[in-house]
């Protein structure tokens, strides 16, 4: 199988700050003290995401500074037993699920260690002192600001290594999914929101996702860079990850790992897991791409869509790999009062399969077959469930042939999965882990353990009159013309009404003209080889993407114009589009 021309680490490059941004603990260390007047004191603050590895920085730079006065915040935290009694509500029993923190990170300190460390620092007269950790801006706001930062899926990789417990857990040997739990539920929600008035006054951003690779940029270029970024098409950085039901399509296609078993998902636009790469001159800045959308919403998302979503990306583009695997896990997402009711979700887990390309044979498993009792169902996944039995999805279930550029719709509470022998681009709300698998084929997962199974949860919100017509009449290739021109013909695919998304197909020859229409805009390409991106009043740099690339619109970019490029050019090609209904 060839290989495409994929870019893995797309850049926003920022102009007319190179000498803003530095890499390597030493150029770090230098500019860190150019810094530092000879005034008589001077306060040093070093806040950190959780996952920064504290060590290193203590090593690396506060020691280096040798300064009169070096204080760890995180020694004023309450104890692992305070914070797992006062998080127990969100933490739940389940090994996956828990309920959205809506924390301060202030609680999780004691009122009177916070205190005396503040005293520490106040009974300094002369020199440097250096409050660092996370929380160090709760003990003194800083002469200097730094921002230590980290993106969520090397937090994730940390904890996969075992280096990494959840923040004030000591729990580095717990079940990964319980600490992605409590990172997803309670420290990353507490984080962010601690992080977000900093990162608007800091005086430098560092870059941590590297071990003894360091890179630092100045608050100045960050704010101008995000900036920036909001004004222009641009791409977040997709990760890979194995599944026990994974394929080799995007292995061999987009020249992965080949020592990995198989890659089963591709988040290729999720802002709030993605990192956002920006170059200034020789220096690649690494942030998490959540840090534009919690610094600079309005511009990205749109007015309507920001005022009816905050600081959340509300649309997530992914793909999911069963070409050379298996089928997915029989499923179903929540309702949204029942999301709203138990997660504290505002907004729940719609989707749709685009199918990328598909096998012959390849199958889309939707919706209940008409005439079923849905308690015999349940009766049966519940055997299943218990290893009595195989669940008889022939019986119970939809499959419905699943080829090349096919669209399936999956509002929530429909029973879906996607079978082997398909490549799909899902469209879909960001919510991304409340999936409650009904049933996962009789497998282990890669670690050797069963795969969480929720049927109690699901059994709450199978919708049992997404039956055989009506799936067939809602939900399948809802395709209807919308418009066309010399080159050009656009469609609507979806979603379906209870989704928020729509969602537009534009088939291509020649140029076409977009516009974002006061909101953000999501598109893929896929068909084609490459496209052009511009803008009409040349707004923005020229910016090319590839096929199966994922690219976000800003808002604030306005009308927008894709066209055939490179070898694509003469050919047809096909975009696909999603963006927030009004």
């Given at each position: 199988?060839?290989?495409?021309?994929?870019?893995?680490?797309?850049?926003?490059?920022?102009?007319?700050?190179?000498?803003?941004?530095?890499?390597?603990?030493?150029?770090?260390?230098?500019?860190?003290?150019?810094?530092?007047?000879?005034?008589?004191?001077?306060?040093?603050?070093?806040?950190?995401?959780?996952?920064?590895?504290?060590?290193?920085?203590?090593?690396?730079?506060?020691?280096?500074?040798?300064?009169?006065?070096?204080?760890?915040?995180?020694?004023?935290?309450?104890?692992?037993?305070?914070?797992?009694?006062?998080?127990?509500?969100?933490?739940?029993?389940?090994?996956?699920?828990?309920?959205?923190?809506?924390?301060?990170?202030s609680e999780f300190f004691c009122d009177d260690r916070l205190a005396a460390l503040q005293q520490e620092v106040e009974q300094v007269k002369a020199g440097l002192v250096v409050v660092y950790g996370p929380g160090a801006a709760l003990v003194h706001p800083g002469d200097i600001l730094i921002y230590a930062d980290l993106a969520r899926w090397e937090i994730q990789q940390r904890f996969r290594s075992g280096e990494l417990g959840n923040w004030g857990a000591n729990n580095e040997q717990e079940d990964i999914l319980r600490r992605y739990k409590r990172a997803f539920f309670v420290e990353w929600r507490v984080f962010d929101r601690h992080k977000t008035p900093l990162l608007r006054r800091a005086d430098f951003l560092l870059d941590t996702n590297r071990q003894n690779d360091p890179a630092l940029i100045s608050g100045i270029a960050l704010r101008y860079g995000l900036q920036q970024t909001t004004q222009q098409p641009f791409r977040v950085v997709p990760f890979f990850d194995p599944g026990?039901?994974?394929?080799?399509?995007?292995?061999?296609?987009?020249?992965?790992?080949?020592?990995?078993?198989?890659?089963?998902?591709?988040?290729?636009?999720?802002?709030?897991?993605?990192?956002?790469?920006?170059?200034?001159?020789?220096?690649?800045?690494?942030?998490?791409?959540?840090?534009?959308?919690?610094?600079?919403?309005?511009?990205?998302?749109?007015?309507?869509?920001?005022?009816?979503?905050?600081?959340?990306?509300?649309?997530?583009?992914?793909?999911?790999?069963?070409?050379?695997?298996?089928?997915?896990?029989?499923?179903?997402?929540?309702?949204?009062?029942?999301?709203?009711?138990?997660?504290?979700?505002?907004?729940?887990?719609?989707?749709?399969?685009?199918?990328?390309?598909?096998?012959?044979?390849?199958?889309?498993?939707?919706?209940?077959?008409?005439?079923?009792?849905?308690?015999?169902?349940?009766?049966?996944?519940?055997?299943?469930?218990?290893?009595?039995?195989?669940?008889?999805?022939?019986?119970?279930?939809?499959?419905?042939?699943?080829?090349?550029?096919?669209?399936?719709?999956?509002?929530?509470?429909?029973?879906?999965?996607?079978?082997?022998?398909?490549?799909?681009?899902?469209?879909?709300?960001?919510?991304?882990?409340?999936?409650?698998?009904?049933?996962?084929?009789?497998?282990?997962?890669?670690?050797?353990?069963?795969?969480?199974?929720?049927?109690?949860?699901?059994?709450?919100?199978?919708?049992?009159?997404?039956?055989?017509?009506?799936?067939?009449?809602?939900?399948?290739?809802?395709?209807?013309?919308?418009?066309?021109?010399?080159?050009?013909?656009?469609?609507?695919?979806?979603?379906?009404?209870?989704?928020?998304?729509?969602?537009?197909?534009?088939?291509?020859?020649?140029?076409?003209?977009?516009?974002?229409?006061?909101?953000?805009?999501?598109?893929?390409?896929?068909?084609?080889?490459?496209?052009?991106?511009?803008?009409?009043?040349?707004?923005?740099?020229?910016?090319?993407?590839?096929?199966?690339?994922?690219?976000?619109?800003?808002?604030?970019?306005?009308?927008?114009?894709?066209?055939?490029?490179?070898?694509?050019?003469?050919?047809?090609?096909?975009?696909?589009?999603?963006?927030?209904?009004?």
């Amino acid at each position: 199988m060839k290989h495409i021309n994929y870019d893995k680490f797309p850049e926003v490059r920022i102009k007319g700050f190179d000498d803003h941004a530095w890499r390597g603990w030493s150029a770090v260390q230098q500019a860190v003290a150019a810094r530092l007047s000879e005034q008589q004191k001077i306060v040093l603050v070093i806040d950190c995401y959780p996952g920064v590895r504290l060590a290193e920085l203590e090593q690396q730079l506060v020691y280096w500074l040798n300064p009169a006065l070096a204080i760890n915040a995180e020694t004023a935290r309450h104890s692992a037993q305070h914070l797992h009694d006062l998080l127990a509500a969100n933490l739940t029993d389940d090994r996956v699920f828990g309920v959205l923190s809506c924390h301060q990170l202030s609680e999780f300190f004691c009122d009177d260690r916070l205190a005396a460390l503040q005293q520490e620092v106040e009974q300094v007269k002369a020199g440097l002192v250096v409050v660092y950790g996370p929380g160090a801006a709760l003990v003194h706001p800083g002469d200097i600001l730094i921002y230590a930062d980290l993106a969520r899926w090397e937090i994730q990789q940390r904890f996969r290594s075992g280096e990494l417990g959840n923040w004030g857990a000591n729990n580095e040997q717990e079940d990964i999914l319980r600490r992605y739990k409590r990172a997803f539920f309670v420290e990353w929600r507490v984080f962010d929101r601690h992080k977000t008035p900093l990162l608007r006054r800091a005086d430098f951003l560092l870059d941590t996702n590297r071990q003894n690779d360091p890179a630092l940029i100045s608050g100045i270029a960050l704010r101008y860079g995000l900036q920036q970024t909001t004004q222009q098409p641009f791409r977040v950085v997709p990760f890979f990850d194995p599944g026990v039901w994974g394929g080799q399509w995007m292995k061999e296609k987009f020249d992965l790992d080949p020592s990995q078993p198989n890659y089963a998902w591709c988040f290729d636009c999720v802002p709030e897991e993605n990192s956002l790469l920006l170059r200034i001159a020789d220096v690649r800045i690494e942030i998490p791409s959540q840090d534009l959308v919690l610094l600079y919403p309005r511009p990205l998302l749109g007015e309507k869509v920001h005022a009816r979503f905050g600081t959340e990306f509300p649309i997530r583009f992914d793909f999911l790999d069963t070409i050379g695997g298996q089928n997915l896990s029989f499923q179903v997402h929540p309702v949204t009062e029942y999301i709203q009711q138990h997660f504290g979700m505002h907004y729940t887990q719609d989707e749709s399969y685009y199918l990328l390309e598909a096998e012959p044979g390849a199958e889309v498993y939707l919706g209940t077959q008409t005439g079923i009792d849905p308690q015999e169902m349940l009766n049966d996944l519940a055997s299943a469930q218990r290893g009595e039995k195989a669940f008889d999805d022939e019986k119970f279930v939809n499959r419905f042939p699943a080829r090349k550029h096919d669209h399936f719709l999956i509002p929530a509470g429909t029973v879906h999965c996607a079978g082997a022998g398909t490549m799909v681009l899902e469209i879909s709300a960001t919510p991304y882990i409340f999936t409650f698998k009904l049933w996962d084929w009789g497998r282990l997962g890669l670690d050797g353990l069963p795969r969480p199974v929720h049927l109690e949860h699901g059994s709450q919100v199978i919708d049992w009159q997404r039956d055989t017509q009506w799936v067939r009449e809602h939900l399948i290739n809802q395709f209807e013309p919308v418009a066309e021109g010399d080159g050009w013909r656009e469609e609507r695919t979806g979603l379906h009404e209870r989704e928020f998304i729509e969602t537009r197909r534009h088939w291509f020859s020649k140029s076409v003209l977009h516009h974002t229409r006061g909101g953000v805009n999501i598109l893929n390409l896929v068909e084609g080889s490459e496209a052009l991106v511009e803008s009409p009043t040349n707004a923005f740099e020229p910016f090319v993407v590839h096929y199966a690339e994922t690219f976000i619109v800003p808002a604030a970019v306005g009308e927008y114009r894709i066209s055939p490029y490179g070898s694509s050019i003469g050919q047809q090609l096909a975009t696909m589009k999603a963006w927030v209904r009004g």
